[in-house]
């Protein structure tokens, strides 16, 4: 079966633009995960979604990022007056949100490059 | 919040044991992970263990956990050049239902 799928792989921007990153989960996982990876350090947290709804974003760094999950399915990462510091690759999974242990399902990951 | 240190390199000889470890600082973890990352590839959950245990195998994989000192361990025998890649310990607290991951340990096998 599927797994996670994200577009696009790589993104190229200007300082300033906007950029939108999206992530199609493992159809039946009610959980979806934003994570942003900087060269050399593990996934760093961004926002937990249950559902349609952020259960936690907590970890989105400043009001330039937002993510929605209209449906509870597809989501997309928004980033508004992209900035160089947001170069990164960022990751999405998905798990299933049942059982005691969550595994989550990693998508390859979107490559963000801010010039 | 959540602290999870990793060393960052680890080099070892085709068919040698590794010892990837891991230490954290919050007591009331629960889930502990360890995920295997390689080049191009999504992180992939490789093995798991609940705080109520101490150990846990499977088949190559051996997962340590001393609550005590806080500190994880993977190892793997009889390791493998595909085995060569980035791991990564990840630790839950208290139904948080989210990880927070070290910074990767990169092994590397040679023959």
């Known amino acids: 079966g599927a797994g996670v799928s994200q577009t696009p792989s790589n993104k190229v921007t200007e300082k300033g633009k906007y950029v939108e990153l999206r992530c199609d989960p493992i159809?039946?996982?009610?959980?979806l995960y934003w994570y942003r990876q900087s060269l050399g350090q593990g996934p760093e947290f961004l926002i937990y979604f249950q559902g349609t709804g952020a259960a936690d974003d907590s970890g989105l760094p400043n009001d330039r990022f937002f993510a929605v999950r209209p449906e509870g399915s597809v989501s997309t990462l928004k980033i508004q007056r992209t900035e160089r510091g947001d170069s990164a690759v960022y990751l999405c999974?998905?798990?299933?949100?049942?059982?005691?242990?969550?595994?989550?399902?990693f998508g390859p990951g979107t490559r963000l490059t801010v010039l | 919040g959540e602290d999870v240190e990793q060393s960052l390199f680890l080099s070892v000889r085709e068919g040698d044991s590794s010892v990837i470890n891991c230490t954290y600082t919050d007591s009331s973890s629960t889930y502990l992970y360890w995920y295997k990352q390689e080049p191009g590839a999504g992180l992939q959950l490789l093995t798991y263990i609940f705080s109520n245990m101490d150990m846990k195998q499977d088949q190559r994989l051996t997962v340590l956990l001393n609550k005590k000192d806080k500190h994880l361990s993977l190892r793997i025998a009889d390791t493998q050049t595909g085995d060569s890649a980035i791991y990564f310990c990840a630790v839950e607290s208290g139904g948080s239902y989210i990880p927070t991951f070290g910074r990767g340990t990169s092994l590397i096998v040679h023959p």
């Open positions: 999974a998905s798990s299933s949100g049942q059982g005691g242990y969550n595994e989550q399902f």
């Open positions: 159809s039946g996982h009610t959980a």
